[in-house]
């Protein structure tokens, strides 16, 4: 939560401020604000509200020099105010931060700094790290910090300038991201490297408990003991352009129209049909220790929550092998059976979800093997696990996630059926049905993806109901969950993803004719007993919105409209599924008119507990 960048070099620091808080806005979008090095001091400006509202405050006056810090915010201490909004300073505005995290030890600090006469002015965790700082200041910035850091609980990704040493900016982190863009004669700082990607691709990932120090000549790391850090530079293969609409109304809708290309990719080098086999270098699994494992714990939250459910389907069908899955805010607290021979699977988008990442530590502090799912080369995720699979979506901007779960589904396949070929669980010839299955899927999508005219019309005649209830069975119960929460978090309408057969059992309740379902009806073993609850819904003057499959004429006698899929194995029909799910969601919000790419109270990625 909350983004934050920074830049030192020789052009004017507002603009690329401003335009790197853009590219993080879908971290947060309650208050932004930047602060500036003039020559003279430091001029802050802040402001409630999305960044256009400082866009309009900076219009006529932006603030002028070459360093400068931003931050556009999500609310955790403090509601969103001007007071509250980042960045703070220290009691003669001679120090100045923005910070990413929560100082969990703040209440402490504060009453003791107050108590030698420290003067507060907002609600926030972060103003203590600025009179924290000025507490240890005795003209280097650098000592300040460290020495400040060392006495923080919690998490942050902290960036401080000073006016009196207006050549550097200083930047420490534990927990929260913070990558620096290395420029010629400039460096760019930002929570993710979308900040700077327009200016640079060479990016350093910074350590936990790390301090950098930014100068326009380059960088210097050290630990908070004061020892140097040396650290590998990475080269970025995103493009700045990736992180554009593209001539999409929304990123959300770009990103949906991503999904062909983001399959492929993740497939690529991957799935080979010559060769007869799923390579997955980079797994860092030996095929001993996948013939030793004797269960699997996947991790995640939200949207990667629901792509662990496909997932745990997928490799107990395909390679035997018992799968438990949870979310990463309840795994931590409840003392998870996990040992030497469980492999946790950590699938988050960003690799930076403090309840996901904070799991990992969990599963492997008990001593599992871990492999992450991420699609952020370097994140947190990526860096604390044995192994890692890159999902190839490239930059997903929109809140909602749509093509990263869709690609966390073909990570989690090739996985299953990487593990069936080493435990040899499954006969070639179905080994080969499925991998041809797989090879078409992102082809597939592309077919739903070229015309869905019908499904904007269904989308306007829906989007003045009371809310939706999906229902589905099997492998698709995960699709049901993910196609109620996209409404939900576009549209702010009431939905609930159930299983079909569990419908009975209370949720049918609900049933009315303006409150509709969604039955996802593909093809599978359980095709005739959805049929039946279709049935059961419609008995109750309830509107029932099918997703089935192409050539599927008995669904019409049963559903008020249809939403057509290619037919493919029932294992892997949730990613066909989740393309009309996504587009109705986008398309129910659209007709109601909120922020789609911002939703309100949400933020992309989420390092707070
Ligand atoms: C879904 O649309 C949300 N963006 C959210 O549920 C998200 O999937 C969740 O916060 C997990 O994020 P991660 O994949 O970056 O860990």
Redesign the pocket.
């Known amino acids: 939560m909350c983004g934050i960048v920074g830049y030192i070099g020789r052009q004017q620091a507002c603009p690329i401020l401003i335009d790197g808080l853009k590219r993080l806005e879908y971290r947060g979008y309650d208050s932004a604000g930047i602060a500036v090095l003039d020559g003279d001091g430091i001029d802050v400006r802040r402001s409630v509200g999305k960044l256009a509202s400082l866009e309009r405050m900076l219009e006529n006056c932006p603030p002028t020099g070459c360093v400068g810090v931003g931050h556009t915010r999500w609310a955790t201490h403090g509601r969103p105010s001007d007071e509250n909004a980042h960045p703070h300073s220290d009691c003669n505005g001679g120090i100045t931060v923005v910070h990413n995290g929560i100082i969990e030890n703040y209440m402490e600090l504060k009453n003791r700094l107050a108590a030698g006469g420290h003067v507060f002015t907002s609600e926030t965790d972060t103003e203590v790290a600025a009179h924290l700082i000025e507490s240890h200041y005795s003209g280097d910035l650098t000592e300040a910090v460290r020495l400040a850091c060392r006495e923080l609980d919690g998490s942050f990704a902290l960036v401080v300038v000073a006016r009196d040493e207006p050549d550097r900016i200083v930047a420490a982190r534990r927990h929260s991201p913070l990558v620096i863009g290395l420029g010629d004669g400039e460096q760019f700082l930002g929570s993710d490297v979308a900040a700077f990607l327009k200016y640079t691709r060479r990016a350093i990932y910074t350590d936990d408990d790390s301090i950098t120090v930014v100068t326009r000549e380059g960088i210097s790391m050290m630990d908070l003991d004061g020892n140097a850090v040396e650290k590998d530079v990475s080269n970025i293969d995103w493009d700045a352009g990736m992180a554009e609409r593209g001539g999409y109304e929304h990123f959300m809708l770009k990103e949906i129209h991503e999904q062909p290309r983001a399959l492929r990719e993740t497939m690529r080098g991957r799935l080979s049909l010559e060769n007869d086999r799923v390579e997955l270098p980079g797994l860092n699994v030996t095929d001993d220790e996948i013939r030793n494992i004797d269960r699997i714990v996947m991790i ?6 629901h792509a662990s459910m496909a997932g745990k389907y997928a490799i107990e069908a395909l390679c035997r092998i018992p799968v438990e899955i949870d979310f ?1 805010s309840e795994l931590r607290y409840r003392n998870p059976i996990v040992d030497e021979h469980t492999l946790g699977i950590v ?7 403090l309840d ?1 990442v904070v799991g990992l530590r969990e599963a492997k502090q008990k001593g599992a093997k871990i492999v992450a799912v ?2 952020v080369v370097g994140s947190m ?1 990526a860096r604390e696990s044995d192994g890692v699979l890159y999902t190839y979506a490239g930059p997903e901007i929109a ?4 093509k ?2 869709t690609t ?1 589904l073909m990570a989690l396949y090739l996985i299953a059926l990487y593990f069936a070929q080493v435990r040899g669980t499954l006969d070639e010839n179905c080994a080969r049905r499925l991998r041809d299955a797989l090879w078409e899927l992102p082809g597939q999508a592309e077919l739903i993806l070229n015309d869905y005219s019908d499904l904007i019309d269904v989308a306007q005649h829906y989007y003045c109901y009371n809310g939706f209830l999906y229902m589905a069975r099997g492998i698709n119960l995960a699709s049901a969950l993910e196609g109620a ?2 409404i939900k ?1 576009i549209s702010y309408m009431h939905a609930e993803g159930y299983a079909a057969g569990e419908m009975k059992h209370g949720p049918i309740a609900m049933i009315d004719p303006t409150f509709a379902t969604v039955a996802v009806a593909v093809q599978s073993k359980t095709y005739d007993k959805m049929l039946g609850n279709i049935r059961e819904v419609k008995a109750r003057s309830g509107d029932v919105i099918a997703i089935a499959n192409t050539h599927d004429q008995v669904i019409n006698d049963y559903a008020d409209r249809v939403l057509r899929v290619p037919e493919t194995e029932e294992l892997f029909s949730p990613v066909l599924v989740a393309v009309p799910l996504q587009l109705m969601a986008y398309f129910v919000a659209k007709g109601r008119g909120p922020a789609i790419d911002q939703p309100r109270n ?1 933020a ?3 390092t707070v507990e």
């Open positions: 995640a939250c939200g949207t990667a929550y990463a699938i988050s988008q960003s690799g930076e979800t996901t991420t699609n995720a809140v909602a996630s749509t990263a779960y966390q929460l996209k978090e949400l992309k990625t989420v």
